[in-house]
C-alpha cells in the first residue's frame, strides 16, 4: 500500500507563509499527477494546485502568484510554499497523488489532511 504523509500545517498571520510538505512511501515505482486540494468549513473540497511528473502545473485562481506547487521525484514529494496567506486560505489542506498500480490502472492516495489557519 501507499502512505502520503504531510507535515508543515499551522497558525499564521495574514501575510505570512508557510510551506506544506507531503511525501509518499510504499509500493512507488512511479508518480503521476501530484496535487493539493483544500476544504473550508461549510465549503466543497476543492483543487488548489496540481503538477505533473515533468514539471506541468496548474493553480486555482484564488491562489495564482501567491502560492507554488513543486515536486521532489527521488523523494516522491510533493510541495506547497504558501507566500501573502490570507484569511480565505483557511482551511483544511489536502495531500493527492495518482499512482499507477497496474500496467493498465492507477488508483488515487490522499493524506490525512493539515491545517492551515491564518488569523490574527
Known amino acids: 500500500q501507499v502512505l502520503l504523509v504531510e507535515s508543515g500545517g499551522g497558525l499564521v498571520q495574514p501575510g505570512g507563509s508557510l510551506r506544506l510538505s507531503c511525501a509518499a512511501s510504499g509500493s512507488i515505482l512511479s508518480i503521476n499527477i501530484m496535487g493539493w486540494y483544500r476544504q473550508a468549513p461549510g465549503k466543497q473540497r476543492e483543487l488548489v494546485a496540481f503538477?505533473?511528473?515533468?514539471?506541468?502545473?496548474n493553480y486555482a485562481d484564488s491562489v495564482k502568484g501567491r502560492f507554488t506547487i513543486s515536486r521532489d521525484n527521488a523523494k516522491n514529494t510533493v510541495y506547497l510554499q504558501m507566500n501573502t496567506l490570507k484569511p480565505e486560505d483557511t482551511a483544511v489542506y489536502y495531500c493527492n497523488a495518482q499512482i499507477p498500480i497496474s500496467k493498465i490502472r492507477t488508483s488515487n492516495y490522499w493524506g490525512q489532511g493539515t491545517q492551515v489557519t491564518v488569523s490574527s
Open positions: 503538477i505533473s511528473r515533468v514539471g506541468i502545473t
